[in-house]
DNA sequence: GTCTATACTTCGATAGAC
DNA sequence: GTCTATCGAAGTATAGAC
């Protein structure tokens, strides 16, 4: 399922080498960022020669897209977990806050607006992810007799995932302000509906 | 007040192709992100030879600064002047919601943390710009009567401006599930306070 | 499955002529 | 102020030996 038909050899997925690329391919994105994931220092982080990088992906995007569906799947099974927990909006705000996840996403957000072969895939997701929230928390405003004319859970989503992404990178620009009174807010409303956050955070 | 002292000549800051530069580079940043803002790039879209970027900014990281200089300024007073309108909700909600600004801000953001070099004067700026929105809210929100302790006037900046980002970046991707009800809560709010939006929509 | 070797491109940056 | 010329490093990608 690779970008294109090729006469080329392609490694095994099995492969552990493989693996380790993507590993290597990962941690980059998260430390510096997509721009820095080219096929010499991924390949330099795995302590493997460059050519392995094409002899298993052959083109850097089909890297990238090895790397986003190995997590893309996980992630839509742990957000369904959350879904179906006993306070799903606590367990999604928890999910939406795990830093990871958070700075993954937006890197392959960005990678999306400058790579086409890239974007379709990641664009595709995205809608599948935000809808299987939708879908789960329209029964969830249901069940807690919130008035979705004043309060639409779609917005609530957009909410949840917007302020998370926001505190994350101005964190990293080590601003602060405001953060602290923003949770606070949050969580106010989480525990108007849910009560208190759930003593296992949603170990998901 | 360049990175670094140098034997290198460098031409003046007030030369028209030194703008032509800058205006390349700015739009190149805007239309494929801080990795397609090569010396050579930049030339070519200015119609210009890539040496001359050297030789007016003898770094990238020059450049960049520069490109950000010119707008940061402008930015703090535009700022200033929404936050001095009779509305100053609405004209801080319109002016965070400029696409243009928006995804310029999000671009260097993203440069500060791949580039030391960078990465202080944006921060600095940053809590500049932040403190003068914070500043001003306080007051905004006494005159408004608003408890602060319910609703704190730097959590509002922070929805004020993680909102418009994630509407832009999901838009990007062609996403706009909960949008429009995302906005329409927002500008509820913003009604109940102020009235309804300004005519004039703060031609800032 | 991994290696050497290699082709070709683009990058940042500098020296020096005009 | 702008040009030609040029460096060395890093990038993607492929061919073919082992």
Redesign the interface.
């Known amino acids: 399922m690779t970008t294109a038909a090729s006469p080329r050899r392609i490694g095994a997925e099995s492969s552990r080498t493989r693996a380790q690329l993507l590993d290597a391919a990962e941690l980059l994105l998260l430390e510096?960022?997509?721009?820095?994931v080219t096929s010499r220092r991924v390949a330099a982080k795995a302590g493997l020669k460059p050519q392995l990088v094409h002899y298993y992906f052959r083109t850097m995007d089909d890297l990238f897209l090895a790397v986003f569906r190995r997590g893309a799947e996980h992630n839509l099974e742990r957000q369904a977990r959350a879904l179906a927990s006993p306070k799903p909006l606590w367990a999604l705000w928890d999910f939406n806050c795990d830093p990871r996840g958070t700075a993954l996403t937006m890197e392959f957000?960005?990678l999306?607006?400058?790579r086409p072969t890239i974007?379709d895939e990641?664009?595709n997701y995205?809608?599948r992810f935000?809808?299987q929230q939708?879908e789960a928390l329209v029964g969830v405003f249901r069940q807690y007799g919130i008035d979705t004319g004043e309060?639409?859970p779609?917005?609530v989503?957009?909410?949840m995932?917007?302020?998370p992404?926001?505190?994350l990178?101005?964190n990293?620009?080590?601003?602060t302000?405001?953060?602290a009174?923003?949770v606070?807010?949050v969580e106010r409303y989480l525990t108007r509906f849910e009560g208190d956050r759930p003593s296992e955070p949603s170990a998901v």
């Open positions: 510096e960022g997509y721009a820095a957000t960005a999306a607006n400058r974007r990641i664009a995205a809608e935000r809808h939708a309060l639409p779609t917005a989503l957009i909410l995932s917007s302020i992404r926001i505190l990178i101005e990293a620009l080590g601003m302000t405001g953060h009174e923003t606070a807010l």
